[in-house]
T-cell receptor
């Protein structure tokens, strides 16, 4: 039974570019949440997807957008990258929207130069 | 405001020694509290989860306590090993947050030989 998977593992972009990160939830899970974790900090909630719609959103600008597909996998898109977007991006999945037993993926390390 | 505060920010101990990490929260209404272990550059892995009615939970050498009255939790690590070196994050969820987790900033533990 595969856990949460994320791709790519590492990514290097330059300011102004756009990036897409991908996440496949744990088998049987239909809710995906995305987090940004800056170095030395705890994860910050970006948004949560359930039934292919964004259900909750943290304090992140519209440059951060997402999508959930019918197979429950999800993408995180960041436009007009800033240096401050450099972070570890974590995806977590749960059984449903109300279940907060979240399982985390290994993360994608994004570096913006 | 829902907040989770952890102390100390960092800790260095010798292999074989015990240590205790602290977590104070102001999340309301409280649903559950988790301790996660996060290795550098990896996703968090759940160690323990406690609901309002539980005041202690063990997972091997890790023992978590919860005092819902004072809104405090601790994570005690016994007979530390080099592999315990990681960030330990306290995470609290509220009943009305629809699965949204509130993270502490983490305690960085370094176990030295």
């Amino acid at each position: 039974d595969a856990g949460v998977t994320q791709s790519p593992t590492h990514l290097i972009k330059t300011r102004g570019q756009q990036v897409t990160l991908r996440c496949s939830p744990k088998s049987g899970h239909d809710t995906v949440s995305w987090y940004q974790q800056a170095l030395g900090q705890g994860p910050q909630f970006i948004f949560q997807y359930y039934e292919e719609e964004e259900r909750q959103r943290g304090n992140f600008p519209d440059r951060f957008s997402g999508h959930q597909f019918p197979n429950y996998s999800s993408e995180l898109n960041v436009n007009a990258l800033l240096l401050g977007d450099s972070a570890l991006y974590l995806c977590a999945s749960s059984l449903d929207q109300e279940d907060n037993e979240q399982f985390f993926g290994p993360g994608t390390r994004l570096t913006v130069l | 405001k829902n907040q989770v505060e952890q102390s100390p920010q960092s800790l260095i101990i010798l292999e074989g020694k015990n240590c205790t990490l602290q977590c104070n929260y102001t999340v309301s209404p409280f649903s559950n509290l988790r301790w996660y272990k996060q290795d550098t550059g990896r996703g968090p892995v759940s160690l323990t989860i406690m609901t309002f009615s539980e005041n202690t939970k063990s997972n091997g050498r890790y023992t978590a306590t919860l005092d819902a009255d004072t809104k405090q939790s601790s994570l005690h690590i016994t007979a530390s090993q080099l592999s315990d070196s990681a960030s330990y994050i306290c995470v609290v969820s509220a009943n009305n947050q629809g699965g949204k987790l509130i993270f502490g900033q983490g305690t960085e533990l370094s176990v030295k030989p």
